[in-house]
């Protein structure tokens, strides 16, 4: 008797990374009127400070925070650079200062924000959408008058980019044909331009995990392992759009079976800023399913 059939498909999406924190510069006296037959007390000062973060729409990959190129699903292309502020007063404004891969050049001045302040408090933010690593600080300075004092410096934050070749959202996986089951899909998306050939000329690795059962529709696999795929690939270096054309086969007789497949490449940050730092078992002879790290292979 021939037992349910279920198959159900990930495909990878691949990889950026923030910390937060303060730093006090410029003071501001204040002074404290003493209580009467005391002696006179030092002023007290108000450190002004900022503090910075990152974020993003997709979930932080071992403590980094990700986006995706040009992918506006759910903004998932945005890194959203915000922090607080204290010990300010006046009109101060908030200039946010950009580095780029390979972090050759000197910082520049990419946008600002006026806040509103509360007892010397406020908030800021910017979105952002990086097309490779990029390293963010704020500087806040007194007024908007050219050459105004800068009273409060942010440490600096780091997001990373990955390109996300993925399936069309209305993809549905095709039922099995027995006994040989033929899996042909079309994975696509965005790349930087100026990465578009080296990014595409990488090996795609792939995996797939299967489980039979003769009586009944097995469970998901708990693993997927190397397994072949033909592969053509097609890229447009000028608009950096890539295809990725796959189709693999297993045998699945006339048993009940459940599948699961991936594919990725490994990252490669120092060289073209796309991706992560680190590992994340993209290469591996094995990797456990469900993929750790939210699906992120690199």
């Not at 030092?42 to 992918?71: E, W």
């Not at 086969?249 to 120092?270: A, H, K, M």
């Not at 796309?274 to 590992?279: D, E, I, Q, S, V």
Request: include cysteine; charge should be positive; aromatic fraction near 8%.
């Amino acid at each position: 008797m021939k037992a349910a059939l279920s198959s159900r498909v990930s495909v990878r999406i691949r990889a950026r990374a923030v910390v937060s924190a303060t730093l006090a510069c410029v003071a501001v006296s204040a002074m404290m009127t003493p209580t009467v037959g005391a002696a006179t007390r030092p002023a007290r000062t108000a450190t002004a400070q900022a503090t910075i973060a990152v974020s993003s729409t997709f979930p932080k990959v071992t403590g980094d925070v990700l986006v995706l190129y040009r992918d506006t699903t759910d903004n998932l292309d945005v890194a959203k650079v915000s922090g607080s502020l204290s010990g300010l007063s006046g009109h101060p404004v908030v200039e946010l200062w950009v580095s780029w891969f390979p972090f050759k050049g000197v910082p520049v001045e990419a946008a600002t924000s006026t806040p509103k302040l509360s007892d010397g408090k406020g908030s800021y933010s910017f979105d952002r959408t990086p097309s490779s690593a990029t390293k963010y600080f704020v500087k806040v300075v007194a007024s908007a008058k050219a050459g105004a004092a800068t009273v409060a410096t942010s440490s600096t934050v780091e997001v990373y980019v990955t390109p996300n070749i993925s399936l069309p959202a209305n993809y549905k996986t095709p039922k099995c044909a027995r006994p040989i089951c033929t899996i042909s899909v079309t994975l696509s998306g965005l790349i930087p331009p100026a990465d578009a050939a080296q990014e595409s000329a990488k090996y795609l690795y792939s995996y797939l995990g299967l489980n039979l059962n003769a009586k009944k529709e097995p469970p998901p696999p708990t693993e997927m392992k190397r397994y072949s795929f033909k592969v053509h690939k097609t890229v447009n270096t000028k608009t950096g759009e890539v295809t990725d054309q796959l189709r693999f086969s297993f045998s699945i007789g006339d048993d009940g079976y459940y599948f699961e497949w991936d594919v990725c490449t490994q990252d490669t940050l120092t060289v073209d800023g796309l991706g992560l730092p680190g590992h994340h078992d993209c290469g591996d002879a094995t990797i456990p399913y469900p993929v750790p790290n939210h699906g992120y292979l690199g």
